[in-house]
């Protein structure tokens, strides 16, 4: 089991930065890929950027060049770094790990861009 708690959400302006994390604990060491995803009010749940148990990543074209995720192995925690941020990107953000005997969500944590 892999427990995930997200934290550093909440308002800000538009062209605002915003730093996620995401906290990992349990049988962490079975997680390979991690990611965040996010899910605005009335659409589907979507994917914004993932990170592998090497470094590499990869963004959705919508957050490419504004949103870096990165990941401290010692901290078993990874980041989402958001800047430039647009109203568009008021969501819940959700934090996911995959490993080789299933997927974990967290919780969740809001981000609202004001304009």
């Known amino acids: 089991q892999v427990q995930l708690v997200e934290s550093g959400g909440g308002l800000v302006q538009a062209g605002g930065s915003l730093r996620l994390s995401c906290a990992a604990s349990g049988t962490i060491f079975s997680i390979n890929t991690m990611a965040w995803y996010r899910q605005a009010p009335g659409k589907q749940r979507g994917l914004v950027a993932t990170?592998?148990?090497?470094?590499?990543?990869n963004y959705a074209g919508s957050v490419k060049g504004r949103f870096t995720i990165s990941r401290d192995n010692a901290k078993n925690t990874i980041y989402l770094q958001m800047n430039s941020l647009k109203t568009e990107d008021t969501s819940v953000y959700y934090c996911r790990a995959f490993t080789d005997v299933g997927n974990y969500w967290g919780q969740g944590t809001e981000v609202t861009v004001a304009s």
């Open positions: 990170i592998d148990s090497s470094g590499s990543t």
